[in-house]
């Protein structure tokens, strides 16, 4: 079975910063990754390298296409979608319009049209990913009628109705809280489950513990740890580095079990 990502000996630089040093990761099918560490480790510009959004030294394969020197678009149609830190939705546009955005691939000759008259033409894409992400009673609402969790919700179901190989999620819990948290790990985990790879960056070790398959940890631009999220909890450097200074990771007895084939 093909690596859905194979990123080799990434790194990146800003001036004389290196902020991503040959960070190397793997993203099989089925499987949840989630990639953690300290305030300034370089997670974000590790994900902003592979999708192709910073230069970068290393390779990038995509099911076993090298997209190593490809720009963002030429990945994303590979199959690298991604959500950002920041929750950007179009405001004037419904929760459904803001799926459809992302899900269709127009022509020239439609763009065109859609000019002046606003498109309506329903998409499957974006019905499945509302169904999937239980937002199919939201599907008319505004953002600005939703929670701050809901719109979270929504930017997973935007960049899942592009129909990914590979969903990147950078944050996606950032300001939610502990209920909110818990029900966005239980959908991530269910996206996960149902075909859809992922590829997790979060600072809510609750949530990155409890639903991931494998672990990835880099401090200072450097990988520091591999492992399960058991194997992680007991590795020293780790824990001295990262998870010793945090107040949000969960005792292993309380985080949510490691789903099947967290060996995998």
């Known amino acids: 079975m093909t690596t859905v990502l194979a990123a080799r000996a990434i790194s990146v630089s800003f001036g004389g910063v290196r902020a991503v040093v040959d960070v190397s990761l793997d993203v099989e099918p089925g499987q949840l990754v989630g990639l953690i560490g300290p305030n300034g480790a370089g997670k974000t510009t590790f994900i902003d390298a592979v999708t192709g959004f910073v230069p970068h030294g290393g390779s990038v394969r995509v099911d076993g296409h090298d997209v190593t020197g490809a720009p963002p678009h030429v ?66 609402a505004m953002p600005t009628e939703i929670t701050q969790g809901q719109r979270k919700m929504v930017a997973v179901a935007r960049a899942l109705a592009a129909r990914p190989k590979l969903l990147l999620l950078d944050e996606p819990a950032a300001g939610l809280d502990v209920r909110e948290s818990t029900e966005l790990g239980h959908q991530l985990r269910e996206v996960v489950d149902q075909g859809t790879p992922m590829l997790l960056v979060d600072h809510d070790m609750g949530l990155v513990l409890g639903i991931s398959d494998r672990l990835v940890v880099v401090d200072s631009g450097s990988v520091i740890g ?9 590795n020293r450097r780790v824990v001295e580095a990262y998870l010793g200074a945090s107040d949000r990771v969960a005792p292993a007895d309380s985080a949510a079990p490691a789903q099947p084939g967290a060996d995998r």
């Open 75 to 140: 990945r994303a149609r590979r199959g690298l979608t991604r959500t950002w830190q920041a929750t950007e939705l179009f405001d004037d546009l419904t929760v459904r319009e803001n799926l459809t955005v992302a899900a269709r691939h127009p022509t020239a000759a439609e763009t065109i049209k859609e000019l002046f008259s606003r498109p309506v033409r329903r998409v499957d894409a974006v019905d499945e990913a509302l169904e999937r992400l239980g937002l199919s009673h939201l599907a008319e």
């Open 226 to 234: 591999r492992g399960t999220p058991a194997e992680i909890r007991e």
